[in-house]
């Protein structure tokens, strides 16, 4: 048998696994040790499984995984993200559909505390669909703009996704961090024009803006200052150089804590409850990437990579048209599971053919990141759906995805933004070359 048929084998036994619920983790390492097992005998493919678990979590780059982790948690424990979009609240409620286009906002700002798309959706579900319902918001557009707020988190740094996006291709992590913030306020503008046509279009959708006030919207920064200070301690020390991203995630996890604990903002149980989410998140990431990289092994030796780059470029098509097909690959697979698994299982095969193909790694990145936040929306498994399910038993699972497909539309033409418009992307990280 050949190790090409192996490598087709092994992607196959791996797919099926997933789809009987094997965890992500389990399913790669096994399949890779019995695949390199088979290429190239038991000996090496146990010295394998004896080395990758050490020598591949132990890298001084991965520890601002945990870090940035860590730091999120302790605002959102300590309830920064309330404070961001009540201030949100004051800015942008003469617009249409003032607490939507808010909700967008908070969810944007509490994005520069935390990493995680998912925290994003837990946090503007618990605040702000209840206070829209209680003012007369339509309840599908109150569900849909927290579902797709929230993963702007993941997109504007520090986003964990971009650290472990520049683990795996081995790219820069502070170029990639940086090359996020554009994005992401283009994508949260985005989210609020989808909110203004709608209300501007259908005006039942949502009460009837209120005046802006300047003494209230001054007096509402007060609540912000302190994501403000970790965005400029982290964005900023790794713009400037002064931090590495490991250093920034260390800072900004202390300034986090210190902040959560001088105000008095963590409330009982907080701290250990952040830790606590802390060490599941990290050993669930650490376990899938100890899985990769024996998988990563396995693929090595077939030579699959190569060869699919190779028939790719190969083809006689434009570039843009294999581009294309990846990323409708992904929005596919994201409809079944999450990106970060994902990422670890293809970007091994596929980010070659990316880098041949003659595209930036950076933006790539970028890609990858937004691709991720759209399959946090798309049914039939798109985690924030399952949380605000979670969150709001009441609500008929249809009811959600209705009031969350404007937004699956917005975040493809953000997608179709980053696309066209590449220097978006890499203005900022070009602009470090001169630091």
């Given at each position: 048998?050949?190790?090409?048929?192996i490598?087709?084998?092994?992607?196959?036994?791996l797919?099926?696994?997933?789809a009987?619920g094997i965890?992500v983790a389990?399913a790669?390492?096994?399949i890779g040790?019995?695949?390199y097992?088979?290429l190239?005998?038991?000996?090496p493919?146990?010295?394998?499984?004896?080395l990758?678990?050490y020598?591949k979590?132990?890298v001084?780059?991965?520890?601002?995984?945990p870090?940035f982790?860590?730091?999120?948690?302790?605002?959102?424990?300590?309830g920064?993200?309330?404070?961001?979009y009540n201030?949100?609240r004051?800015?942008?409620k003469?617009?249409p559909?003032?607490l939507?286009?808010a909700?967008?906002?908070g969810a944007a700002?509490?994005?520069a505390a935390c990493?995680?798309g998912?925290a994003g959706?837990?946090?503007m579900?618990?605040?702000?669909?209840?206070e829209?319902?209680?003012?007369g918001y339509d309840r599908?557009?109150?569900i849909?703009?927290a579902?797709?707020?929230?993963?702007i988190?993941?997109m504007?740094p520090p986003s964990?996704?971009?650290?472990l996006?520049?683990?795996?291709?081995?790219?820069?992590?502070?170029?990639?961090?940086?090359?996020?913030i554009?994005p992401?306020i283009?994508?949260?503008?985005?989210?609020?024009?989808?909110?203004?046509?709608?209300v501007k279009?259908?005006?039942?959708l949502?009460p009837?803006?209120e005046?802006?006030v300047?003494?209230?919207?001054?007096?509402?920064?007060?609540?912000?200052?302190?994501v403000?200070?970790?965005?400029?301690?982290?964005?900023?020390g790794?713009?400037?150089?002064?931090?590495?991203p490991t250093?920034?995630?260390?800072?900004?996890?202390f300034?986090?804590?210190?902040?959560?604990l001088i105000?008095?903002?963590m409330?009982?149980g907080?701290?250990?409850a952040?830790?606590?989410?802390t060490?599941?998140t990290t050993?669930?990431?650490?376990l899938i990437?100890v899985g990769?990289?024996?998988?990563?092994?396995?693929?090595?030796?077939?030579?699959?990579?190569?060869?699919?780059?190779g028939?790719?470029t190969?083809l006689?098509?434009?570039r843009?048209?294999?581009?294309?097909?990846?990323?409708?690959?992904y929005?596919?697979i994201?409809m079944?599971?999450?990106?970060?698994?994902?990422?670890?299982?293809?970007l091994p095969?596929?980010?070659?053919?990316v880098?041949?193909?003659g595209?930036d790694p950076?933006w790539?990145?970028?890609?990858i990141?937004?691709?991720g936040?759209?399959?946090?929306?798309?049914?039939?498994?798109?985690?924030n759906?399952?949380?605000i399910?979670?969150?709001?038993?009441e609500?008929?699972?249809?009811?959600?995805?209705?009031g969350?497909?404007?937004?699956?539309f917005?975040a493809i033409v953000?997608?179709?933004?980053?696309i066209?418009?590449p220097e978006l992307?890499?203005?900022l990280?070009?602009?470090?070359?001169?630091?």
């Amino acid at each position: 048998m050949s190790p090409e048929l192996i490598g087709w084998l092994a992607i196959a036994a791996l797919f099926l696994m997933l789809a009987f619920g094997i965890p992500v983790a389990f399913a790669l390492t096994a399949i890779g040790l019995v695949g390199y097992a088979a290429l190239a005998g038991l000996d090496p493919a146990l010295g394998i499984a004896g080395l990758v678990p050490y020598a591949k979590t132990a890298v001084y780059t991965f520890t601002a995984v945990p870090l940035f982790i860590v730091m999120g948690n302790f605002a959102f424990y300590a309830g920064f993200g309330t404070d961001v979009y009540n201030t949100a609240r004051h800015w942008v409620k003469r617009l249409p559909g003032g607490l939507a286009q808010a909700t967008v906002v908070g969810a944007a700002g509490f994005g520069a505390a935390c990493g995680s798309g998912l925290a994003g959706c837990a946090m503007m579900t618990k605040v702000a669909v209840p206070e829209m319902i209680r003012l007369g918001y339509d309840r599908k557009l109150a569900i849909g703009v927290a579902a797709a707020a929230g993963p702007i988190a993941q997109m504007i740094p520090p986003s964990i996704m971009m650290v472990l996006y520049g683990i795996i291709t081995e790219q820069s992590v502070a170029k990639l961090l940086i090359a996020g913030i554009i994005p992401g306020i283009v994508c949260a503008l985005v989210y609020m024009a989808v909110v203004y046509f709608r209300v501007k279009a259908n005006p039942r959708l949502a009460p009837a803006p209120e005046p802006f006030v300047w003494r209230q919207a001054l007096a509402s920064l007060k609540g912000a200052w302190a994501v403000a200070l970790l965005a400029i301690l982290v964005m900023g020390g790794i713009y400037s150089g002064v931090f590495t991203p490991t250093e920034a995630a260390g800072v900004g996890a202390f300034g986090a804590l210190s902040l959560a604990l001088i105000t008095r903002r963590m409330p009982s149980g907080g701290l250990s409850a952040a830790f606590l989410d802390t060490a599941k998140t990290t050993s669930m990431l650490y376990l899938i990437l100890v899985g990769a990289y024996i998988f990563g092994y396995l693929l090595t030796i077939t030579r699959l990579p190569a060869e699919l780059s190779g028939l790719l470029t190969s083809l006689d098509v434009p570039r843009w048209v294999i581009l294309i097909s990846i990323i409708i690959f992904y929005l596919i697979i994201g409809m079944f599971m999450d990106m970060v698994p994902a990422m670890f299982i293809t970007l091994p095969l596929l980010y070659p053919t990316v880098v041949k193909l003659g595209y930036d790694p950076i933006w790539f990145g970028v890609l990858i990141v937004q691709l991720g936040e759209i399959s946090l929306l798309t049914p039939p498994f798109g985690l924030n759906l399952i949380i605000i399910k979670g969150l709001m038993e009441e609500v008929e699972m249809t009811e959600i995805i209705r009031g969350v497909s404007p937004f699956i539309f917005g975040a493809i033409v953000t997608l179709a933004i980053y696309i066209a418009f590449p220097e978006l992307v890499l203005f900022l990280p070009n602009m470090m070359l001169t630091h």
